[in-house]
């Protein structure tokens, strides 16, 4: 939107005017704003975003100062009026800017209980984090946070990066103990398993988050939820997992029906996290456990294994459209009465590409996470 108008009034004021001399103060002010904008669209692309996320931080915060700069140069020899609106807009971010501030002190308990810590241990090429917060905070599924680590290596040097990471964990009440899935790419990520791998004994840093950040997605108010993942995409579907059988043992979701279907190349990932998914296993017990199944696809495994009876590993890739049929038919759904005619909602949550078509005279409802 900001594009579309900045757009709108470069075409206006050319329009309106015969020359645009770059010696005047005010033009050049509108070519850097302008420049500033336009670079900050560029940068956001997924691709760059995801694979350099510590440099396109530090290169957005950058170009957003040199647009407000441009922008003032812009409006020096305007009318009082127009400057009014930059006054405005500087305000308001320096009020938002101080509520954050004290919002991340609070929640990051610097005054009075001290810093958080981390752990940062490694299985294989797999980093888990355990950040102990100083106070606890409540963190709903899909919610992710920002976390900076203060490692005896970088020092002071690690305070200026900062990534985003999924929050693994969940619970009803406010957690002291958040468990992050780390992937090393480039950057800070790739520092943790540096460092990971350099400890002799395990050791806690010092450590500030912030957030928690995004939206969770309503999970039950379907009878069958199929989770889809991949590699590293397990860490967002686990808290959803925890939260279904949690809701489901406590008789607040009306969720029969849980399957997650994981998606690996290799075994390690799995053998990383499998504390985390024996946790939610454990916590299915209720009416003898038979809601969740967890069906894990390794391309590359020398034999296929289960490792719990609601948890199978299965060499090969997952067929998407079988096991989506099946699941919408209700196949593995236990019902109270066998002529039961109640219809069936299924919630598919993940980042699936749905090839398989439902008829136009199905009678259930499918939803889309």
Not at 117 to 135: E, Q
Request: a positive charge; charged letters at 20%; one cysteine or more.
């Amino acid at each position: 939107m900001t594009l579309l108008l900045l757009m709108f009034h470069a075409i206006v004021a050319q329009m309106s005017s015969k020359s645009f001399p770059l010696d005047v103060s005010d033009n050049r002010g509108a070519v850097l704003a302008a420049s500033a904008i336009g670079a900050l669209v560029l940068l956001s692309i997924p691709s760059f975003k995801d694979n350099f996320y510590e440099v396109f931080m530090r290169l957005h915060q950058g170009l957003a100062i040199l647009s407000i700069y441009g922008i003032w140069e812009h409006l020096a020899l305007q009318p009082p009026l127009a400057r009014l609106c930059l006054y405005v807009l500087i305000g308001a971010s320096a009020l938002s800017l101080l509520f954050l501030s004290c919002l991340f002190v609070h929640r990051n308990g610097l005054v009075g209980y001290g810093f958080p810590r981390t752990s940062i241990n490694n299985s294989g090429d797999v980093v888990i984090l355990k950040l102990s917060l100083s106070r606890p905070v409540l963190i709903d599924a899909g919610q992710s946070i920002s976390l900076w680590v203060l490692t005896p290596s970088a020092r002071l040097r690690s305070l200026w990066q900062t990534h985003p990471f999924v929050v693994a964990s969940w619970s009803d009440s406010p957690l002291d103990t958040l468990d992050l899935l780390v992937e090393p790419r480039l950057g800070l990520t790739q520092k943790f398993l540096q460092f990971s791998k350099s400890q002799k004994a395990q050791k806690t840093c010092l450590a500030l988050f912030g957030g928690p950040y995004g939206t969770s997605i309503p999970v039950t108010d379907y009878d069958v939820v199929l989770m889809v993942a991949s590699g590293y995409g397990i860490a967002a579907q686990l808290p959803y997992l925890k939260k279904l059988i949690y809701e489901f043992n406590s008789r607040k979701a009306r969720t029969r029906r849980i399957h997650l279907v994981w998606k690996l190349g290799t075994i390690e990932l799995a053998v990383a996290v499998k504390d985390l998914l024996d946790g939610a296993l454990m916590e299915d017990t209720l009416d003898d456990g038979y809601i969740l199944k967890i069906s894990i696809y390794i391309e590359h495994i020398s034999q296929s294994h289960d490792i719990s009876p609601r948890a199978t590993i299965v060499k090969g890739t997952p067929d998407f459209d079988a096991i989506l049929r099946e699941e919408v038919e209700g196949k593995y759904i236990r019902r109270v009465q066998e002529k039961e005619k109640r219809r069936d909602d299924m919630l598919v949550l993940g980042k699936l590409a749905l090839q398989y078509t439902l008829a136009s005279s199905n009678s259930h409802s499918v939803g889309i996470g």
